[in-house]
């Protein structure tokens, strides 16, 4: 028997795309989680610059739309969470690309000494 070909999929970035003017707020948190990293892993004069900044929209948006994405969490490219109301993800856990994530959704455990979960790419998550 064959194995099946692992298909390689690569992120869809329209899922985390926002409009200027458009009112998206889980899209805006993961905006915030994306710069944050951007800006860390950047030069000392920008990441001290802008991480005040950034730290206080992820802020702002965590309390807007009740989720609890920490800023250095792993996720792959594309991520959509339509409702974000009471997702929770674990800082250790690790979440691949073009994953759904809907409300009510926790990702992970109190501590990571069991082993933090890893989820596959094109993966659908809901309670």
């Not at 944050?36 to 005040?52: D, G, H, K």
């Not at 900044?53 to 339509?82: C, E, M, Y």
Request: aromatic share 8%.
């Amino acid at each position: 028997m064959h194995e099946p070909v692992k298909q390689v999929s690569s992120p869809d970035w329209n899922r985390e795309r926002v409009g200027l003017f458009t009112w998206a707020p889980s899209r805006r948190l993961i905006r915030t989680v994306r710069n944050y990293q951007r800006a860390n892993s950047s030069n000392i004069l920008i990441r001290f610059v802008c991480r005040p900044f950034i730290l206080r929209a992820h802020r702002f948006w965590s309390v807007i739309t009740g989720a609890d994405i920490p800023l250095n969490a792993q996720i792959g490219g594309g991520l959509f969470i339509p409702h974000p109301n009471g997702v929770v993800i674990h800082s250790a856990a690790k979440v691949g690309i073009n994953c759904t994530i809907f409300q009510q959704v926790t990702i992970g455990g109190r501590d990571a000494r069991h082993g933090a979960p890893v989820i596959g790419d094109n993966v659908l998550i809901g309670a």
